[in-house]
C-alpha cells in the first residue's frame, strides 16, 4: 500500500503532457475533442518516440479551456497551450525539455 502511494506520487510529480480530449455537441460549443485533439495526440507520441523522448501524454477529460481548444497542459503546474495544432508539436517538445516542476 504504502508503496503504491509512493509511486502514485511520484507519477504525478512526473512531467508530462496533458491533452484535452472532451467533445461537446452543442450548438456553437467548440471542443478539444471536436477540433482533432485524438489525432495531435497520436502525432505527439509519434514525435516523442522519433526523438526517443519519454514524456507521458496523457489524455484528460476538459480543461477548461474549451472555447480556446485544442488546449494541453504540461504537468505539474506548467503552462497552458491553446488553439493548438500539429504544427506546435515542436514547440510543445521545446517546452516540455525545459520545463523544470515547480518546488
Ligand atoms: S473541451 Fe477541451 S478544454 Fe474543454
Known amino acids: 500500500m504504502l508503496i503504491s502511494l509512493l ?17 461537446r455537441f452543442g450548438p456553437g460549443q467548440k471542443s478539444c475533442g ?3 485533439s485524438r489525432d495531435l495526440i497520436v502525432a ?6 522519433r526523438l526517443k523522448q519519454d514524456f507521458e ?5 476538459c480543461l477548461g479551456r474549451c472555447q480556446q481548444g485544442i488546449a ?3 504537468a505539474p503546474g506548467g503552462p ?3 488553439e493548438v495544432t500539429q504544427k ?5 517538445i521545446h517546452a516540455l525539455q ?3 516542476p515547480p518546488v
Open 57 to 61: 501524454v496523457q489524455e484528460q477529460v
Open 34 to 36: 471536436g477540433s482533432g
Open 72 to 74: 494541453c497542459r504540461i
Open 80 to 82: 497552458f497551450f491553446t
Open 7 to 23: 509511486l502514485m506520487m511520484n507519477e504525478e510529480n512526473t512531467t508530462r503532457l496533458v491533452v484535452c480530449v472532451n467533445q
Open 44 to 49: 505527439l507520441r509519434q514525435q516523442l518516440d
Open 98 to 100: 525545459h520545463f523544470k
Open 88 to 92: 506546435d508539436i515542436p514547440t510543445i
